[in-house]
């Protein structure tokens, strides 16, 4: 009896909603000590996490924010603002929700899940994001996610100069799946798709493995002044797959596949392009518009207008390339370069392989 | 009346028009962010930003306005919008219907070189039953974008866009009777969609006339399409088409992969 009353005491003294539901947060609320979150929780406002102060959420809970719209923009404008620390830990089979609290709600019914200059790393792992501003937002912050979906978000993610990690996420028909700038990113075992613009980065430090990106309305992936890595990876049936502006870095053993327009375009970039497969690109399998860089042991299986574009006034070495033929002149129609038109420098593509190199990922 | 008297009078209407001095062009009003509630706007204006119209709302452009749009050195990416160049962003409803004797333009505020771009273009976006007849637009990336929209496009001129017109997705657009010329590509059927594009002239691009990948099927039919580096590309060999107008290009047809 006594064990009994001692636990009934212990639990009375924890902030802890699993027996209240649900926890409600009205108005402009400040957390200023650590908070544990289950069951259900209601945000009818804005609630900030103290600096110094962690807001943990067990596995199960659902959040649910109401909507609120105070200049008629259709943006709702409850949300969290972590100024300390956040560890959403979810399980595969016990998720932890984030959502509107509208019975039928539109992107963008509430807010974020703001991180504001945390100096501890939060954590969001088996989490679900939905009907969000911004489903995850960071400024100067560090953060690891894991296996956690954003769906039907006008931007699934969206930080600036912070450090953050995603391992097994997806972002499943949002506005904007990622987008970020002035940060360090990394990905493993990514998934984009059905967003309109999938991945979209602006000056950050970019190392993408194992992802996916398909079916995203604008470009797959679209990187501005950014120094990337990508490696196996399949980008198929975007309207451009990769798309890197002024960028540096190197794409590797990756598939692009079935994009309207073009697998990879690359504008004033420096890339190392070594040991993908590209076919069934409306457009073009590669445009290369006023860059740098090496073009090797790629595999060119046709389906597309042309298998490569120099559309640079410099010329272009591809060697040791697969062209899907091994004649020399069905390998030239499938070039277009200065020998199609005035001023554009010709691609040299005699050294080419006699075969198709082998090559591991498929769409299946 | 004698003459001196008519000549006196000439004098003084003439001196009378120097002393006005030049008429003053109209004033252009200002426009840009969001449009939350129905309006209608006649005369010029001049888009110094982004317009977004909200779903449900209507932006009714009378005949004769002319839009002038400022260009944009912009790093935005804000979702909102889809392109960090200036955009008219429908997600509600354009009715933009121009008549013969008095068009609407959608112009770049100050003239451009030939290959310059200085907007994003009008982009439909899910965007109700709107209607762009007898417009003239030019310097955009995208003269016209529509995504899983069903647009009446009728009696356009698309003149000097990187691509003149683009349909992704759902919809059921009807892009009849449009002149789309001097482009790096002039129509672009993307996603899986299915437009009616007859009666058009497509002429001048740099690239392809008119572009069909290969999870689309437009309905084609009558359209003419010359001077263009291909005129018409398609991605499957199965879908219907007239080949009598496609004439005059580097390569008038070429068709990848199969049925």
Redesign the interface.
């Known amino acids: 009896m006594v064990r009994w009353l001692l636990l009934l005491f212990l639990l009375w003294g924890l902030p802890v909603s699993a027996f209240a539901e649900p926890l409600v947060y009205r108005g402009e609320t400040t957390l200023w000590n650590d908070t544990i979150w289950q069951g259900e929780v209601l945000i009818d406002g804005i609630l900030t996490v103290a600096p110094g102060t962690t807001l943990e959420i067990r596995p199960g809970t659902t959040i649910r924010f109401t909507f609120f719209d105070s200049n008629d923009d259709g943006i709702g404008e409850h949300e969290i603002f972590i100024q300390g620390v956040l560890r959403a830990i979810g399980q595969s089979e016990a998720p932890i929700l984030f959502t509107s609290a509208q019975s039928s709600p539109h992107p963008g019914a509430w807010g974020a899940i703001n991180l504001m200059a945390g100096e501890v790393a939060s954590e969001l792992n088996f989490c679900i994001v939905e009907y969000a501003y911004r489903g995850f937002h960071s400024h100067f912050a560090q953060a690891s996610l894991q296996d956690d979906e954003f769906r039907h978000n006008i931007r699934g993610a969206q930080f600036q100069e912070s450090e953050v990690s995603f391992e097994r996420c997806r972002f499943i028909d949002n506005l904007n799946g990622v987008q970020f700038r002035d940060s360090q990113v990394r990905f493993e075992d990514l998934l984009v798709s059905n967003n309109y613009w999938g991945v979209r980065g602006v000056h950050s430090h970019v190392v993408l493995n194992a992802g996916r990106v398909s079916r995203n309305l604008v470009n797959g992936i679209n990187l501005r002044d950014c120094d990337a890595t990508i490696t196996a990876t399949i980008l198929d049936h975007n309207r451009k797959g990769l798309y890197l502006q002024g960028s540096r870095g190197s794409v590797r053993n990756s598939l692009f596949s079935g994009n309207s327009e073009h697998g990879i375009y690359l504008e004033e970039s420096e890339v190392a392009i070594i040991g993908n497969r590209l076919l069934d690109n409306g457009r073009a399998g590669i445009k290369w518009v006023a860059s740098q860089g090496t073009l090797l042991q790629n595999r060119f299986d046709g389906g597309s207008e042309y298998a490569l574009v120099n559309d640079s006034a410099t010329p272009l070495m591809a060697q040791r390339n697969w062209w899907g033929s091994s004649d020399p002149a069905t390998i030239a129609v499938a070039i277009r370069d200065g020998s199609d038109r005035a001023g554009i420098g010709l691609v040299d593509a005699t050294d080419f392989l006699p075969a198709p190199p082998e090559f591991v990922l498929s769409l299946q | 009346m004698s003459l001196r008297l008519l000549l006196i009078t000439l004098v003084l209407l003439l001196a009378a028009c120097t002393v006005a001095g030049p008429p003053t062009p109209p004033l252009r009003q200002e426009l840009s962010g ?1 449009i ?1 509630r129905d309006l209608t706007l006649s005369g010029e204006i001049l888009l110094t930003g982004d317009l977004l119209i ?2 449900g709302r209507t932006l009714t452009l009378m005949p004769g306005t002319k839009v002038f749009v400022r260009k944009a050195e912009s ?1 935005k ?1 804000d ?2 919008y ?1 392109s960090s160049l200036t955009e008219i962003l429908v997600r509600g409803t354009l009715q933009a219907e121009g008549t013969v004797l008095a068009p609407i333009f959608f112009l770049p505020e100050t003239p451009l070189a030939v290959s310059e771009v200085a907007w994003a273009g009008i982009i439909l976006d899910r965007a109700g039953a709107s209607s762009i007849e007898h417009a003239r637009i030019e310097g955009a990336d995208q003269g016209i974008l529509s ?1 899983s929209s069903s647009p009446q496009l009728l009696d356009n001129t698309i003149r000097h866009c990187r691509y003149g017109l683009v349909v ?2 759902r919809g059921s657009a009807t892009i009849h009777g449009n002149r789309i010329e001097a482009g790096e590509g002039g129509v ?1 059927v ?2 899986g969609a299915t437009p009616d594009i007859a009666d058009n002239r497509i002429s001048d691009q740099v ?2 006339g008119l ?1 069909v ?3 689309s099927r437009p309905h084609l039919d009558r359209n003419e399409i010359s001077g263009n580096a ?1 005129g018409l ?1 398609l ?1 499957n060999s199965d879908l219907p088409f007239e080949r009598g107008g496609i004439s005059g290009n580097r390569e008038d047809l ?1 068709i ?2 199969g049925g």
Do not use: K
């Open positions: 969001v939350s909200l779903p790093s990416i979702p909102e889809l995504i992704q997705g672009f993307l996603a690239e392809e572009f990948d290969a999870a291909i590309l991605h070429r990848i992969g």
